[in-house]
């Protein structure tokens, strides 16, 4: 099994670019893929990247996803940030024996 | 329109049980892997349980496994969640959610993994 650590919070101003990374603690996160999610404040989460970089159809293209082999993991980036954007974003994988793993979270506050 | 709705939480002391239920609509339910997440209050996703479209195949975190028992019925375009034995530490909203379409390459089920609708959930409190 393996881990995914996200930052708790990051912040930044409206129509800034924002990066949220999501390291795997062992084996490749190449091998399984990355999906992130959106949650706003008394919601259910949503998705905003699948498959480490594909956006659902409804997803500004403001929303990209990524990884790097370097560093053993994924990113969401954020650009041209919008009050709305301000939610807790969740990633997820899964592990060999096909259980589902999410980060911890991170905060993000558009200020 | 795709839906998720469901229902059964509530308060309930240690050592009790709780069965939730989840009422697709909107999609053929036959045709997709559900999850169980929860969230306890403040805290982050957590993934409780799995059920194959068929139902023929489950799995747990090791959290709850031995204590919560997944079912579906495909008839009724329902999931379940029995929990037997709860802790506080149970305590949280659950969700469940449909994992996108399985595809299958050279004869081989991919799961994709990827949750593309929840439910709004239900909240479970455990607690004397």
């Known amino acids: 099994n393996f881990m995914l650590t996200q930052p708790h919070s990051v912040s930044e101003s409206p129509g800034k670019t924002v990066t949220i990374s999501c390291t795997r603690s062992s084996g490749s996160i190449a091998s399984n893929y990355v999906q992130w999610y959106q949650q706003r404040p008394g919601s259910s989460p949503t998705t905003v990247i699948y498959e480490h970089n594909q956006r659902p159809p409804g997803v500004p293209d403001r929303f990209s996803g990524s990884i790097a082999s370097s560093s053993n993991s994924a990113s969401l980036t954020v650009s041209g940030l919008k009050t709305e954007d301000e939610a807790d974003y969740y990633c997820q994988s899964y592990d060999s024996s096909n259980r589902v793993v999410f980060g911890g979270g991170t905060k993000l506050t558009v200020l | 329109q795709v839906q998720l709705v469901e229902s059964g939480g509530g308060l309930v002391k240690p050592g009790g049980s709780l069965r939730l239920s989840c009422a697709a609509s909107?999609?053929?339910?036959?045709?997709?892997?559900i999850s169980w997440i929860r969230q306890a209050p403040g805290k982050g996703l957590e993934w409780v349980s799995y059920?194959?479209?068929?139902?023929?195949?489950?799995d747990y975190a090791d959290s709850v496994k031995g204590r919560f028992t997944i079912s579906r019925d495909n008839a009724r375009s329902s999931l379940y969640l029995q929990m037997n034995s709860l802790r506080a530490e149970d305590t949280a909203v659950y969700y469940c959610a449909r994992e996108a379409r399985i595809t299958m390459v050279q004869g081989v089920i991919v799961r994709p993994f990827h949750f593309d609708y929840w439910g709004q959930g239900t909240l479970v409190t455990v607690s004397s």
């Open positions: 909107g999609f053929t339910f036959s045709d997709h892997y």
């Open positions: 059920i194959s479209s068929s139902g023929g195949t489950r």
